[in-house]
């Protein structure tokens, strides 16, 4: 909802300036007219305050609802209406406190008729500015949540050809490509043609052509050999399958981070030899995938275990199916296991 | 002869240190290590004049394995990829290499920490390097502390206050107090402020631990933790809780 122009001091004073300026001039127009000081200043603030609180109530209505463009009329309506009911309370209060001057009494009986239609300019003159405020309020509002949402795309972008390059994956496997390039160049030739059917796995999936869960393993088996080459004996890993599991498919690269958390996780938060065990089988009409990988729950927390990486699955998931039961976690004892349905197509 | 640590915990990126280490033979590697917990201790008890560390490691970080070591020797950094990690080595002036590096770039490295060394006074930054490096996003959510030669790794949400003791910082937990030398500021600019307030000079809570709010002698008030502990909080201290409680 936008603000109302009364929110900003600036308008305040602004307001109450406009307020103080009408007041001192009906004061003038009824001295003119003869009427006492004392019914002057009393009519002029009583009649001003009633005309300001319809202002107000005119802008702050127009704040929850501005009428379309070709109903500008019931402003018109709600104009009339607010500029009767002021003038007919300032009236009634007027003739109350000043009955003693039957003179001034005779003057206000006599000028009702312009009191009302001079309500009705000012409040009507109050709504038009309001509208036109909030009309200004939402357009930038709507250009702000338009350029938000585009940020937000292009950080998104960003980030997934970030994620795409796997820098810090990258990078160690090329220093890992250096060292053994040296004693065993055999070795360093085999992790170069990994490496580089691995990086051409993922460039050449696309986001909408599923894959068969084998073909999936199959990439991400590339993976695991680098990694394995890189963290030595420390990492092992076990996957089962079985047919029924293998011919159904997934999104590309969906497992790949899933899996890539678990070693990040099992291997930077224990010091020892890990194994990530890595299961599949249908259920219902879903293929569930399980990643399980041991952590140490003394030192953390496994709301901070599944960080990063998972968040981006999730909200692919969420993307794709609109669901956000698709992906969960478990914590027992020392394993922290990932679980992902995929509904199937 | 000099001596050198390597911790790296990829077995073939400690491998091609050793390689092009074999180019300077007053260079002797006595030991090598997965982690930062073994290198701690390998630190501790050669005393090496130079170490080459990995940052990202199992458990602890190569920046929160130098906290705990009290006079750090010499450092060149290894590391293949940590935006944050770059911009603490590169305001801090320290030496550093981005996996994979050629035996070039290592050698002026090397130049660099000899030149360094024979020049003047040796200029340690380790200090600025290491404020600058505990702003890293992963520093914030815990604290790592050694005590009696263990190393403890304390996640921030069992941290019931911290109190400033001389030149140190105890850190009040469910299993006791733990003492890390490190500054009041320094822990008021890591910590999550809406999490870690600090009430008093000589104080900073975790405000999931509050139960009530005393006041106590003339404008002072004394915060009481679900522990029974009591905090001292000051005049300003207590307008800084109220904002963040949302009182």
Redesign the interface.
Known sequence: MPASFLHINKYRWLFAGGFLLLVSIQVQVLLNAEASWEAAVWDSTITNVCIAAGCMLMTNNLRYYVPNRNKYIIILIWSLVLSAVTSAISQRILSGVLKKQPEYINLLEGTLTIRFWVAVLIISWVAVVSVLWYRQQETTEAEKRKSDAERLAKDAELYKLRQQLQ??F???S???????A??QPEQARKMIHQLSEFLRGTLRKEEHQWVTLSDELQHLGLYLEIEK????H?LSTEIKTDDAANAMNLPPLLLQPIVENAIKFG?????GSITVYISAAAADGHLVITVKNPF?PE???PR?GTGFGLSSVQRRLYLLFARKDLLTTEVEQNLFTTIVKIPQQ | MIKTILID?????R??LK?YLQHYPQIQVVQEC??G?EGVKAVMQHQPDLIFLDI????ISGFEMLELIEQPPAVIFTT???EYAIKAFENNAVDYL????SLERFDKAIRKWTEQKNTVAEKDNTPALLQTAAQLPQQS??IVVKIAGRIR?I?V?EVQYLEASDDYVKIHTRDGAFIKNRTMGNFEQVLDAQQFVRCHRSYIVNVQFITRIDPYEKENFLAILKTGDKVPVSKTGYAKLKKVLGL
């Open positions: 820098p810090h990258l990078f160690n090329l220093n890992s490509i250096s060292a053994l040296g004693n080459v890189r963290f030595g420390r291997l930077y938060d224990t010091t140490d030192t953390s927390s901070q | 915990d990829e077995p073939l990126a491998s091609i390689e997965n982690d917990f990202q490691m199992p458990k293949a990829f940590d981005l996996k994979p590096f959510r815990r790794i996640p949400d």
